[in-house]
């Protein structure tokens, strides 16, 4: 439905987006991820028809709409976007706003689409009432019932949960995915939140500087870093200290302050160490106070179920974040034996 094909964008000559190419297949939800300032917004527009591309080639559908010699423009382009203001018509009501974009339709298809969708977002005891009457959620709800009325061939949404309550954002984002697998709709989302590209998107871009860093699931982005700002951005973690050491005909392993693990590196016609920086996760430790390494407890932060530590390693003076049930009740200051249990092994 979405390709990307080594998109270049320059803003007064500057490089805003370097050689960025991604696919979306039809009823796919793809995310956008990155920090403030990474392009992503940018990227957005261009698929949107809000900006010209410097190179490379935009195609929705089977249709190219964007390259070097076209651009087609974003009335034409069968796209619907959903801003971070919401942008509904203040002197429109729900269903007005929702019906807007809908005049090429007979009057009884506009009322059957319309009662559709208003079923769809749970709008419907709320239809004659006026923006400024809605909560937030009620009105990103609006605004998203109004981008789906046509029947988008692409939907795009711009940082859509941002106005919202951090309470509000993670049920919504569930909604808002269950109407769009039920729309068979393809969607693109700019976020910088993960919790939100978490919950909503299939595949996610992890943006940086203008270019991808990786494309995939949010579970290969959190347990299969390609690069060290992906492991370092997705998540929460710590690096720490180690050395590789291969041998030939032998296999290799990674050596630290918090115990030993193969390497996975093929082995080599000499010996050679290199040193690296293991990436661990809050949720690769065990409590182990027979045999396990010695850490002291900097900081904690309770979260219900579970509770954040920062530990400090007693031999490197490394620091750790650790996730424990929270019967573990352990107090800042306190000394607790640990053990890495890691099921993916990733160091750079």
């Not at 500057?14 to 992503?40: M, R, V, Y």
């Not at 319309?114 to 990103?140: C, K, M, V």
């Not at 093929?266 to 396990?292: C, I, N, T, Y």
Request: aromatic share 8%; proline share 5%; hydrophobic share 40%.
């Amino acid at each position: 439905m979405l390709t990307l094909q080594n998109i270049h964008i320059n803003i007064a000559e500057k490089p805003i987006i370097n050689d960025i190419s991604l696919t979306l297949k039809n009823g796919e939800i793809g995310c956008l991820l990155g920090p403030s300032g990474c392009g992503k917004t940018t990227l957005l527009r261009a698929i949107a028809g809000f900006m010209k591309t410097s190179g490379g080639e935009i195609v929705i559908r089977d249709d190219i709409v964007s390259s070097p010699t076209t651009h087609v423009d974003v009335t034409r382009r069968q796209v619907g976007v959903v801003f971070q203001d919401f942008a509904l018509f203040p002197h429109l009501t729900v269903s007005q706003n929702i019906t807007f974009g809908l005049h090429q339709l007979s009057q009884p298809e506009q009322h059957q689409r319309l009662e559709e969708l208003l079923r769809l977002t749970q709008l419907t005891d709320f239809a004659q009432q006026y923006p400024h009457q809605l909560s937030g959620g009620q009105q990103q709800r609006v605004a998203i019932a109004r981008a789906l009325a046509p029947k988008p061939d692409l939907l795009l949404l711009d940082e859509p949960f941002s106005a919202l309550d951090p309470s509000l954002r993670e049920s919504l984002a569930l909604d808002i995915k269950a109407l769009l697998k039920y729309e068979n709709v393809t969607a693109l989302l700019v976020t910088h939140d993960q919790t939100e590209a978490f919950t909503i998107a299939d595949k996610i871009a992890v943006m940086n500087q203008g270019h991808i860093e990786q494309y995939a699931s949010a579970y290969d982005l959190y347990h299969e870093p390609d690069t060290f700002f992906v492991a370092n951005f997705v998540g929460e973690g710590r690096f720490i200290e180690g050395t590789v050491s291969m041998t030939p005909n032998a296999p290799a392993y990674l050596y630290t302050a918090m115990g030993e693990f193969p390497a996975h590196e093929e082995a080599v016609l000499s010996p050679l160490e290199k040193q690296v920086k293991l990436l661990v996760r809050p949720d690769d430790f065990v409590v182990d106070e027979q045999g396990g390494f010695a850490v002291n407890v900097v900081s904690r932060a309770f979260r219900g179920a579970h509770t954040l530590y920062t530990f400090e390693s007693v031999n490197s003076h490394e620091e750790l974040l650790c996730l424990l049930p929270s019967h573990y009740d352990y107090q800042v200051g306190a000394r607790v034996g640990i053990r890495l249990e890691l099921e993916h092994v990733i160091y750079f």
